[in-house]
């Protein structure tokens, strides 16, 4: 059959397709990016925040509609929004045939395959099958994980690859939901991480981008302390790879030997990304979250001290209940002193089924709107002083592609550019046919457009 995937989330959802992409592959279905014409479409949810919520339930009506007089005969339902919402989906979208849950993962065959004139209803097989997974799991306080033989497609650049080193999250943050939909942390062995890396490698792959709910605790819910830099080192020794890059620290977690690593390790990219939420010590309580403002600016010294030309990108929340004037002001100024190269804010998202839900969303949404705003301009600010004080200099870039704006233009990234989240640099004065994805150069920046940086490529 064919059968046509749609990814929606953070890249550790985007694995957990690939891998369900590749499970399917093996077992002789023809994988199709087109829903029309299509026998099973797969949509793999995100749940994290509303707006993800809305998303997924656009998308999943979108690809019902191929249903209606179309090649689709099941739809099928996977990740986090179907482990949330596993019981209600099925009750409020009759179209929906299958729900998987983010254990649901190794069923994805049985879904495609099972019929429902040979075995009843697909729906009642699938929750029986998902039900005995999680009691199992459950069973061993274990979650599913894949290895370096799991079968799977990628679907990113050929010259990158996401590689996620742990399922699962311990912490109890009160506005998150993911230690519920992901159960708790387990890490992957490093042989089958570095297993995986050579692999990917010798397959063309530049870019390696480790991922995890907390990359830092790698190897920790194993009692193996040191476990992260021990694996760096490692995988600074594939031959092939030429940029290793972490997502996804944790500001208490992040210690010395790790900083150390990415120092040391000439593969691994300068480039911390460090979610710190907030810098308010009385909302950081709040939320759950340890350290507070001293303690960030300390840990944040240390690494620029250790790392001098390190990247260092975050995100923080707003409207955190009973956020006040003068907390959201003591953020506004903690972005402006650390001067941050990457800042993602979120308006937060009072959910369900989180400890900050018992709470009351007392900020008002237009209030979330407008700080959101105001920290998103100070950043522009910040940001194009960074940028003023780059022109002129010498960076490696990394080349994604040819600019979908101008076909004069080449998208490239340096060090201190994540894929799909973080600005890119933009190459001109050059012929395009001669910069092909994948390639490194050397280039100068020249100068920069909003949060874009501008370069022209070195003889």
Aim: charge should be negative; glycine fraction near 6%; include cysteine.
């Amino acid at each position: 059959m064919k059968i046509g995937f749609v990814s929606l989330g953070c890249p550790k959802n985007l694995v957990d397709t690939e891998i369900m992409l590749g499970l399917t592959e093996r077992a002789g279905h023809e994988v199709t990016d087109q829903a029309e014409g299509a026998d099973v479409i797969v949509v793999n949810t995100c749940a994290f925040i509303d707006k993800a919520k809305e998303e997924s339930v656009e998308t999943i009506l979108e690809m019902a509609r191929h249903k209606e007089g179309g090649t689709c005969r099941r739809l099928i339902v996977t990740g986090c929004m179907a482990e949330r919402y596993r019981e209600n989906l099925q009750k409020q979208m009759p179209e929906i045939d299958v729900v998987l849950g983010t254990d649901g993962i190794p069923d994805i065959v049985r879904a495609i395959d099972d019929q429902p004139r040979t075995v009843g209803t697909p729906v009642q097989l699938l929750r029986d099958s998902a039900a005995a997974t999680r009691s199992m799991l459950a069973a061993k306080k274990l979650n599913y994980l894949y290895d370096a033989s799991t079968p799977r497609r990628r679907t990113t650049a050929p010259h990158l690859a996401y590689v996620k080193v742990a399922e699962g999250c311990d912490y109890a943050c009160a506005f998150c939901i993911i230690p519920t939909l992901r159960g708790g942390y387990r890490s992957r062995p490093a042989d089958s991480i570095v297993t995986e890396a050579r692999a990917l490698a010798k397959g063309g792959v530049k870019e390696l981008i480790l991922i995890s709910q907390d990359t830092t605790m790698y190897g920790l819910d194993r009692e193996e302390r040191g476990a992260l830099p021990r694996l760096l080192h490692a995988l600074n020794e594939v031959d092939g790879l030429e940029w290793i890059r972490l997502l996804y620290l944790y500001p208490t977690t992040i210690g010395g030997d790790t900083i150390d690593a990415i120092a040391d390790c000439d593969k691994v990219c300068n480039y911390i990304d460090l979610p710190l939420q907030h810098a308010a010590k009385t909302v950081l309580k709040r939320m759950g979250r340890p350290g507070d403002r001293a303690s960030y600016e300390r840990l944040l010294e240390s690494i620029r001290h250790r790392v001098p030309e390190v990247a260092l990108r975050t995100t923080f929340i707003v409207g955190f209940p009973s956020e006040t004037d003068e907390e959201f002001s003591e953020l506004c100024d903690f972005v402006e002193e650390l001067r941050f190269d990457h800042v993602g804010v979120f308006t937060y998202s009072h959910e369900e089924g989180t400890r900050a839900f018992a709470l009351k969303d007392d900020v008002p949404s237009a209030t979330k709107i407008r700080r959101r705003q105001e920290l998103m301009l100070r950043q522009r600010e910040i940001v194009k002083r960074r940028q003023a004080e780059r022109v002129g200099q010498h960076v490696r870039l990394l080349v994604d592609g040819q600019s979908e704006e101008h076909p004069l233009v080449v998208r490239a990234r340096s060090a201190g550019q994540s894929p799909e989240i973080d600005p890119v640099t933009y190459l001109t004065e050059c012929d395009p046919s001669q910069f092909t994805p994948g390639r490194f150069l050397d280039a100068e920046i020249v100068g920069s457009h909003d949060y874009d940086l501008l370069a022209r490529p070195l003889p």
